[in-house]
């Protein structure tokens, strides 16, 4: 009897071993599982280039000039042939990037330093909430800070400058001088800060940003290089360079940007191409430390997404500008490059916006933005899911709200062939506006403002009609916005 008790006990002390290790197994299973799930997150590499011009990006490259990092990543991508910036001026384009919204409801309507008011949200905070591991590196133009953004590493310098000897602030937060070149400062400390991330075990997002290929040689008020200028004889004239400012904005023909261009090229083809061979070695500039970047951090043991895009296009001469800022495609239109785990090189023609970055990268990642966004996911148009049946996107609106640079604001419509431009002027001029309207089926470049033309009359005040409703879906908007913050 004590025997049968003490095997009871013992068969039963045996089958509690059993049942702990089963348990034990089974927390293991669950455990490796769920590191097997978060090992499967992706991790994402964001290029951010100032003033890179679509024409130099991908099957459209319209100079001929070899960038073959460029090439190598357009062929392993979607290439996205009509992207759009929603503001021709840098930190506004920069806060609709993060913000997956129209930069004005922020109150970034001008380059600088503003402090968004409300609160500037960022897809960079939603990941980071949700265990990814941050940094960014590189050019930083905003008024919101890279932490206020959502990023745990950062070393970055201000605005536009000098290529050297600039004020940057380090990855330890202290302010110092670098003594070479800041874009190659900024690469070597991203590579390093992508590698330390590695150590956590946590999914990485680097951003890098550059002041390139927007300041180049003449910006700079420097001789261009002799190996430069013995280029220039290669090189096409932009379109429309010697334009003669019929059917424009008067203002535009005295301002800073027609200015700068006679400074410049001064009516002269051969110092115009000597212009291009500048900004073109800027550009290869650009693809050299890309390059560089994109070795650095080739060994990601995670599935990784790369894209490549630019704040806004710029006028090297074209229509007699040079800059940004300006309504016209040069600077509207910009490079967007998307490579995605396992993809291969295609070309997609939907047109996109700039907003549309921050729903892209959060679905990526499995989450959804915590804000309203005016952006749409891509990941349809990246061949990762259905396209959807919903009515394609028609109209493409992108605004300058607040002057910049002698420019003035100004809203540009676009919808099928059409583009229609409306400038403010202001008060000392009445608060007049002017209009421009052009068929960019027939008017490439933009030369034939057919305002004026009473057959198209229609036309024209449709696509002024698609303003008026965007501007009053705006201000509801805003006001939607500031009384969600007021709450939070």
């Not at 499967?40 to 003033?51: D, I, K, L, W, Y």
């Not at 310098?157 to 190659?184: I, K, Q, S």
């Not at 024209?460 to 908007?477: F, N, V, Y």
Request: some cysteine.
């Amino acid at each position: 009897m004590l025997r049968r008790v003490d095997g009871a006990r013992a068969r039963g002390s045996r089958v509690r071993v059993r049942i702990g290790l089963y348990a034990i197994a089974g927390l293991v299973g669950l455990l490796r599982s769920e590191l097997t799930a978060e090992d499967t997150r992706p991790e994402f590499v964001v290029v951010m280039a100032s003033g890179l011009r679509s024409d130099l990006v991908g099957p459209q490259r319209a100079w001929p000039v070899r960038l073959p990092v460029l090439d190598e990543y357009s062929q392993r991508g979607t290439v996205f042939r009509r992207a759009y910036t929603v503001s021709p001026a840098s930190t506004p384009a920069r806060a609709a990037w993060f913000s997956g919204a129209y930069p004005r409801l922020f109150g970034v309507t001008r380059n600088g330093f503003q402090t968004p008011q409300p609160r500037l949200p960022s897809f960079v905070e939603v990941m980071r909430r949700h265990g990814w591991t941050t940094a960014a590196a590189g050019q930083w133009h905003l008024g919101a800070t890279p932490a206020d953004l959502g990023f745990e590493r950062a070393a970055f310098y201000l605005g536009h400058g000098p290529t050297h000897h600039r004020w940057v602030v380090a990855p330890n937060g202290r302010t110092e001088v670098c003594p070479g070149d800041v874009d190659e400062w900024a690469v070597e400390i991203a590579v390093d800060m992508w590698r330390e991330m590695g150590q956590t075990g946590r999914p990485r997002l680097l951003y890098w940003a550059t002041q390139l290929p927007a300041v180049f040689e003449p910006s700079l008020g420097t001789p261009i290089r002799s190996e430069v200028v013995a280029e220039t004889s290669a090189w096409p004239l932009p379109p429309a360079w010697d334009d003669e400012w019929i059917g424009r904005p008067a203002y535009l023909e005295y301002g800073w940007h027609r200015r700068r261009a006679r400074d410049l090229i001064g009516g002269s083809p051969e110092r115009c191409r000597t212009l291009v061979a500048a900004y073109v070695a800027a550009v290869r500039r650009f693809d050299e430390l890309l390059g560089r970047l994109l070795a650095g951090v080739a060994m990601a043991r995670r599935p990784c997404w790369v894209v490549i895009t630019s704040t806004h296009g710029f006028c090297v001469g074209d229509h007699g500008l040079v800059g940004a800022e300006v309504p016209y495609e040069p600077v509207l239109r910009i490079p967007w490059i998307v490579v995605t785990p396992g993809s291969s090189g295609r070309i997609c023609d939907e047109p996109v916006l700039s907003v549309d970055l921050h729903p892209t990268l959060l679905e990526a990642a499995g989450l959804l933005p915590d804000t309203p966004v005016q952006g749409r996911s891509l990941l349809p148009w990246l061949g990762l899911k259905p396209i959807p049946s919903a009515p394609a996107r028609d109209t493409l609106i992108m605004e300058l709200a607040d002057a910049q640079s002698g420019v003035r604001p100004h809203w540009v419509v676009r919808w099928d062939a059409w583009k229609y431009i409306r400038t403010d002027h202001p008060w000392e001029l009445g608060w007049t506006t002017s209009e421009e309207l052009y068929n960019l089926a027939r008017d490439r470049i933009e030369t034939n403002n057919v305002v004026i033309d009473r057959r198209l009359s229609g036309v024209l005040g449709a696509l002024a009609g698609e303003l008026q409703k965007w501007q009053c879906e705006m201000e509801e908007l805003a006001r939607r916005w500031k009384s969600a913050e007021s709450q939070r």
